[in-house]
Every structure is written in structure tokens, then in C-alpha cells.
């Protein structure tokens, strides 16, 4: 079967087109793992009071420190198809801190159960960024009839990724800021 240089291009295109497909879906899925001690430490525990009382013992510990490394940049992505990359928004450096300090407060969050699936469910990602612009960490979320919160890495400061009404003001108000810019 011959291949004229219509038909070559046109296999390009689709190429092209499923390639972007792809990355797009695997750009904006959600994916974590827990390392083996986290997993060990958090997870393995007889009671739920057991549990809660793990997470209070790390509480703002340096070890569990959300997203872990120093954070020279934070962008906030919606969830939209082939959209996401194109809507962006960097975070302000006069916001940067306060991103980082909101997902690393307890007060925001709430002991609620979360089983929510994020991959379908979440309307936000967080990405952040250290100085050579390599991704450290990342917080999707969804606020509507949710206030679901997953994040990469793992942090107990998010006790089990659920926003406190505190919280919830805090995201809202933070996005309605970044919205304006």
C-alpha cells in the first residue's frame, strides 16, 4: 500500500493530536504514593483515635513539612481538558508564602473521611516549584459541595484531606484574590 504525502500527514496530525491527548490527561491526573515509613507510620493504626493522635504528633514537624522543599513558585491550575496549561495562574512571590502556609496549617482541615475520587472529582491543582523549576509538590482540590483535598507528598498537617470551614474561607478568599490578577 502506498503512502501519498496527504495520507503521511494526516497520520502526523493524529499522532500529534493523540500525543497531546495523552500528555493532557496525564499532566492533569492524580497520582501519589506513600513512602514505606510514612505508609508504616500513618496508616497501620488499631483505632481511628489512634490515628488522629499520630497525625497531632507531627503536626507542624519539619519532617512532614508540606511540599518538603524550600518553594520558589506556586501555579494554580483548573481542571479543564486542554485548557489547563493555557489558563494558568502563577502565584504572585507576595502569595507564595501564604499558599504554603495554608496547606500546612491544621486548623484548615477537618477529620472528615474522604473518599472522594480526585482524578474526576477535583476542580484546582496547586503545583509547586523549587528554584530550578522542577515540581515538589502538588494539591488538588475541589471546593463545591466537597472541600476535598489531595496533595503530593503526603502531609499530616492536612489531618485526612478534608478543609475545616476555616480553611475553606481561606482557599475561597485565596482564589478569589489570584482570579483578580
Keep these: 500500500m502506498k503512502v501519498t504525502k496527504k495520507r503521511a500527514w494526516r497520520l502526523i496530525l493524529m499522532g500529534l493530536i493523540a500525543?497531546?491527548?495523552?500528555?493532557?490527561?496525564?499532566?492533569?491526573?492524580?497520582?501519589?504514593?506513600?513512602?514505606?515509613?510514612?505508609?508504616?507510620?500513618?496508616?497501620?493504626?488499631?483505632?481511628?483515635?489512634d490515628l488522629q493522635n499520630t497525625?497531632?504528633?507531627h503536626f507542624g514537624s519539619r519532617e512532614?513539612?508540606?511540599p518538603r522543599e524550600t518553594t520558589a513558585k506556586v501555579k494554580l491550575f483548573k481542571n479543564q481538558f486542554l485548557m489547563s496549561r493555557l489558563t494558568s495562574i502563577a502565584v504572585p512571590d507576595s502569595l507564595t508564602a501564604?499558599?504554603?502556609?495554608?496547606?500546612?496549617?491544621?486548623?484548615?482541615?477537618?477529620?472528615?473521611?474522604?473518599?472522594?475520587?480526585?482524578?474526576?472529582?477535583y476542580q484546582y491543582l496547586f503545583r509547586f516549584y523549587d528554584d530550578q523549576n522542577t515540581v515538589i509538590g502538588k494539591a488538588w482540590f475541589c471546593l463545591?459541595?466537597?472541600g476535598m483535598v489531595k496533595s503530593m507528598p503526603f502531609s499530616p498537617n492536612m489531618k485526612f484531606g478534608s478543609f475545616s470551614?476555616?480553611?475553606?474561607?481561606?482557599?475561597?478568599?485565596?482564589?478569589?484574590?489570584l482570579e483578580k490578577i
Design 165 to 177: 470551614g476555616q480553611g475553606m474561607k481561606a482557599i475561597v478568599d485565596l482564589l478569589h484574590q
Design 19 to 49: 500525543a497531546v491527548l495523552i500528555f493532557d490527561a496525564m499532566d492533569r491526573s492524580v497520582s501519589w504514593h506513600l513512602e514505606e515509613e510514612v505508609r508504616e507510620e500513618f496508616l497501620f493504626k488499631s483505632s481511628a483515635e
Design 55 to 57: 497525625y497531632r504528633s
Design 144 to 146: 463545591e459541595d466537597c
Design 64 to 66: 512532614f513539612q508540606f
Design 98 to 121: 501564604r499558599v504554603v502556609n495554608l496547606f500546612n496549617d491544621p486548623d484548615n482541615f477537618d477529620w472528615r473521611e474522604t473518599t472522594w475520587n480526585p482524578a474526576a472529582d
